[in-house]
């Protein structure tokens, strides 16, 4: 794992917008593994700017996100999907067609999640999978339990996610209870993995997934076992790392 010291959230965006635009600009039809959270907006801007600025061109490239919450449509403000075309999609030359986040309104959830590993499948993976990391270790939404999950499947939120996003919502009860998300598997199997961590907040967790034991209570360990991780984070969730 290599470890990419920012000094604040600001630098850290645009580092982590350099690794993507060389992987753009490396491969054009290139396929993109992204993540919704405050912790890559920051880097969807710095994206957007290079593309105004002509130096970035999207028209090829193939999105996959981690996951949606179930029972969301891609109109409530809520959604990841919504989250995706306001932040970036909207902002660049990406065709949406080429973008996909799972079905959060597809009741059937085997169905949802079979259909969500055929799009992956198909696409042959991920070349450069974007991470932010949860407070309770979580990648996707991989939420601390007994095993990694492989596929795409639907899980049932822990209390602690649904209060870190509860800041989104208007009130406890309008969090959802449930997402669909890519599994560990899948998340393992991108070429390339970047994990953005900013702020003091991820102080301990960053510390925990990476210096710790490899276990499913912390998810995001099993990033320890990937031969291609970039850790890209500022001096306040570093504070401490080794570098
Ligand atoms: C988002 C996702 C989550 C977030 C994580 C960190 O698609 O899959 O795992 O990356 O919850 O969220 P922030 O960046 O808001 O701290």
């Given at each position: 794992m290599r470890?990419?010291c920012?000094a604040?959230?600001?630098?850290a965006s645009?580092?982590a917008?350099n690794?993507?635009?060389a992987?753009v600009?490396?491969?054009?039809?290139?396929?993109?593994?992204?993540?919704t959270?405050?912790t890559?907006?920051?880097?969807?801007?710095?994206?957007?700017?290079?593309?105004?600025q002509?130096?970035?061109?999207f028209?090829g490239?193939?999105s996959i996100?981690?996951?949606?919450?179930?029972?969301?449509?891609?109109?409530n403000?809520?959604?990841?999907?919504?989250f995706?075309?306001t932040?970036?999609?909207?902002?660049?030359n990406?065709?949406k067609k080429?973008?996909?986040?799972p079905d959060?309104?597809?009741?059937?959830?085997e169905?949802a999640c079979?259909?969500?590993?055929?799009i992956?499948r198909?696409?042959?993976g991920?070349d450069?999978?974007?991470?932010?990391?949860?407070?309770?270790g979580?990648i996707?939404f991989?939420?601390?339990?007994?095993?990694?999950?492989k596929e795409?499947h639907?899980v049932t939120?822990?209390?602690?996610?649904?209060?870190?996003n509860?800041r989104?919502?208007?009130s406890?009860?309008?969090?959802?209870?449930e997402?669909?998300?890519?599994?560990?598997g899948s998340?393992?199997?991108?070429?390339?993995?970047?994990?953005?961590?900013?702020g003091?907040?991820?102080?301990?967790?960053?510390k925990k997934a990476?210096?710790?034991?490899i276990t499913?209570?912390?998810?995001?360990s099993?990033?320890?076992l990937?031969?291609?991780v970039?850790?890209v984070g500022d001096?306040?969730?570093?504070?401490?790392?080794?570098?």
């Amino acid at each position: 794992m290599r470890v990419y010291c920012a000094a604040d959230y600001n630098h850290a965006s645009r580092v982590a917008a350099n690794i993507i635009s060389a992987q753009v600009i490396m491969k054009p039809d290139c396929v993109l593994g992204l993540a919704t959270g405050s912790t890559p907006i920051g880097t969807y801007e710095e994206l957007i700017r290079r593309y105004e600025q002509g130096d970035l061109d999207f028209s090829g490239v193939h999105s996959i996100n981690l996951d949606e919450y179930r029972g969301l449509s891609p109109e409530n403000d809520q959604s990841y999907r919504y989250f995706m075309n306001t932040h970036l999609f909207d902002s660049i030359n990406i065709d949406k067609k080429n973008t996909y986040v799972p079905d959060g309104l597809e009741p059937d959830s085997e169905k949802a999640c079979r259909d969500y590993e055929e799009i992956i499948r198909t696409h042959g993976g991920v070349d450069l999978q974007i991470l932010g990391l949860g407070h309770n270790g979580h990648i996707g939404f991989n939420e601390p339990g007994s095993t990694f999950e492989k596929e795409t499947h639907c899980v049932t939120l822990s209390e602690t996610t649904r209060e870190a996003n509860a800041r989104f919502f208007s009130s406890m009860d309008e969090v959802p209870t449930e997402a669909y998300t890519m599994g560990i598997g899948s998340i393992m199997q991108a070429k390339k993995i970047v994990v953005i961590v900013t702020g003091e907040g991820k102080r301990e967790i960053v510390k925990k997934a990476f210096l710790g034991p490899i276990t499913p209570e912390v998810q995001a360990s099993v990033l320890q076992l990937h031969n291609d991780v970039i850790l890209v984070g500022d001096e306040a969730a570093l504070a401490g790392f080794p570098r």
